[in-house]
C-alpha cells in the first residue's frame, strides 16, 4: 500500500503561481509512476500531468501545457505541480495518483490522494 498526501493549495488571483507537492509513504521502495488530476465543481476527473519512475519523462494535458511543470524527488518520494498563470479555469481539487505501471501514456492508476483545492479569483 502507498499513501499520498497533497499539500500546497489554496486561494489565487489570475496570473498567480502555485506549488503542488504530494508526499508518498508506506510501500515506496518500489517505484512508481506519478500523475496529477483534477476536478473542478460539477465536471468530471481530468487528466493534468504525469511523470514515469526517473523523472526522464513527462506529459501534460494540452490545457496547461506551457504553464504547469510535473517534476519528482524520489529521495523525498514526492511529485510537484508547479502552476504559473492560474486562471479561473484551473480552480478544482487536485489529486495526486501513483501507479506500479511505468507508461506515462496510461490513465490508470492504483493509489490515489485526498486532493488539495485551488481556487482561483478573477
Known amino acids: 500500500q502507498v499513501q499520498l498526501v497533497e499539500s500546497g493549495g489554496g486561494l489565487v488571483q489570475t496570473g498567480d503561481s502555485l506549488r503542488l507537492s504530494c508526499a508518498a509513504s508506506?510501500?515506496?521502495?518500489?517505484?512508481?509512476?506519478m500523475g496529477w488530476f483534477r476536478q473542478g465543481p460539477g465536471k468530471e476527473r481530468e487528466f493534468v500531468a504525469a511523470?514515469?519512475?526517473?523523472?526522464?519523462?513527462?506529459v501534460c494535458a494540452d490545457s496547461v501545457k506551457g504553464r504547469f511543470t510535473i517534476s519528482r524527488d524520489n529521495a523525498k518520494n514526492t511529485v510537484f505541480l508547479q502552476m504559473n498563470g492560474l486562471t479561473p479555469e484551473d480552480t478544482a481539487a487536485y489529486l495526486c495518483?501513483?501507479?506500479?505501471?511505468?507508461?506515462?501514456?496510461?490513465?490508470?492508476?492504483?493509489?490515489w490522494g485526498q486532493g488539495t483545492q485551488v481556487t482561483v479569483s478573477s
Open positions: 508506506g510501500r515506496t521502495s518500489s517505484p512508481y509512476r
Open positions: 511523470i514515469s519512475w526517473s523523472g526522464g519523462v513527462t
Open positions: 495518483a501513483a501507479s506500479r505501471s511505468d507508461s506515462v501514456y496510461s490513465r490508470a492508476y492504483d493509489y
